[in-house]
C-alpha cells in the first residue's frame, strides 16, 4: 500500500523557518507527481508547491520566493523548505501524490483533485 507520512511541523515566530519532510513508502517514487497543500480549519484545502520528475516547481502566489520544494528520488523524500513564515502561514501541512506524470504547472493549477494519495499532515503554527 502506499502511503506518504509527513514530518517536521512545529511552532516558529515570524521570519523564523521551518523544513518539512514527506516520505513515500509501498511504491516506487518516479510513478507520481508531488505537491504540499494546507489547510486551515473552515477553508479550503490549498496548493502551495508542486514539483515534476525533472525538477521544476511550481508555487503559489502566497509562497512564491518564500517556500522551496524539493525532493530526492533515491531516499523517496519531498521537502517543503520555509523560510520568512508569516502568521498566514499557519496550517496544516499535507504532502500529496497523483499517480501520474504531470508538469510542476499542471499540478499546480489541477490542484487536490488531482492528487489521490495523502498524507496525514502536519501542523505549522507561526506566532507574530
Known amino acids: 500500500q502506499v502511503q506518504l507520512a509527513e514530518s517536521g511541523g512545529g511552532s516558529v515566530q515570524a521570519g523564523g523557518s521551518l523544513r518539512l519532510s514527506c516520505a513515500l513508502s509501498?511504491?516506487?517514487?518516479?510513478?507520481?507527481?508531488f505537491a504540499w497543500f494546507r489547510q486551515t480549519l473552515g477553508k479550503e484545502r490549498e496548493v502551495v508547491a508542486s514539483?515534476?520528475?525533472?525538477?521544476?516547481?511550481s508555487y503559489s502566489e502566497s509562497v512564491k520566493d518564500r517556500f522551496i520544494i524539493s525532493q530526492d528520488t533515491p531516499k523517496k523524500t519531498l521537502y517543503l523548505q520555509m523560510n520568512n513564515l508569516k502568521s498566514e502561514d499557519s496550517s496544516t501541512y499535507f504532502c500529496a501524490a497523483a499517480p501520474r506524470r504531470l508538469t510542476a504547472i499542471q499540478a499546480l493549477n489541477l490542484g487536490a483533485p488531482a492528487f489521490e494519495i495523502w498524507g496525514r499532515g502536519t501542523q505549522v503554527t507561526v506566532s507574530s
Open positions: 509501498g511504491g516506487d517514487y518516479g510513478d507520481f507527481t
Open positions: 514539483i515534476d520528475d525533472d525538477d521544476w516547481t
